[in-house]
């Protein structure tokens, strides 16, 4: 009978701890990200779009890649900038260097999805993070880790995108 109630508390724990795993960002946090948003998210939106050369949607799901008890970094280049924004704008910028992925990418990008889920996302094997299905290019990668590596990151969403255009 021990067993029994030794097995149901852990399995109880780990739904407990999974669940405040997916909670939603406290008050901190959520000024953090408005912060973000109206400040440097807004010129990495725009530019973006100039650089996929047109108004390509983009969707961020701030409760996902901002991870509890962190908002104290969201600001910094390191934490969402140099992981997600920079890649995305240097891979775009290399898929519409001419004409062809110009059209090409304006003809199946339909939207661009930022998130992190922490189950699936891998600190370096950025192609296992970067999807490009039915015209959504979906970037999947861990906030505040490995923010050197720009270049790496714009390659496997570079990558993807042309296999995928």
């Known amino acids: 009978m021990d067993r029994i109630k030794r097995s149901l508390l852990v399995g109880l724990l780990a739904a407990c701890c999974a669940a405040s795993a997916l909670a939603a960002p406290n008050l901190a946090e959520r000024r953090a990200i408005t912060a ?19 108004a390509v949607p983009v969707e961020v ?57 922490k189950n699936t996302a891998s600190p370096s094997n950025y192609a ?15 906030p505040y880790t490995n923010a050197y590596d720009i270049d790496g990151r714009a390659a496997a969403i570079q990558k993807v995108l042309e296999e995928g255009l």
Not at 37 to 49: C, F, N, R, S, V
Not at 129 to 139: A, I, Q, Y
Request: charge should be neutral; aromatic fraction near 14%.
């Open 61 to 117: 799901k701030w409760d996902t890649i901002a991870r509890p008890g962190e908002a104290d970094a969201y600001g910094n280049d390191d934490y969402w900038t140099n992981i997600f924004f920079e890649p995305l704008k240097k891979a775009l910028k290399a898929i519409t260097i001419d004409e062809v992925g110009k059209k090409a990418l304006k003809a199946n990008l339909k939207k661009i999805v930022i998130h992190y889920d």
């Open 128 to 142: 296992s993070d970067v999807s490009f299905k039915g015209g959504v290019l979906t970037l999947n990668f861990v």
């Open 36 to 54: 973000y948003e109206q400040g440097a998210y807004a010129t990495h939106l725009a530019d973006i779009k100039a650089a996929a050369t047109f």
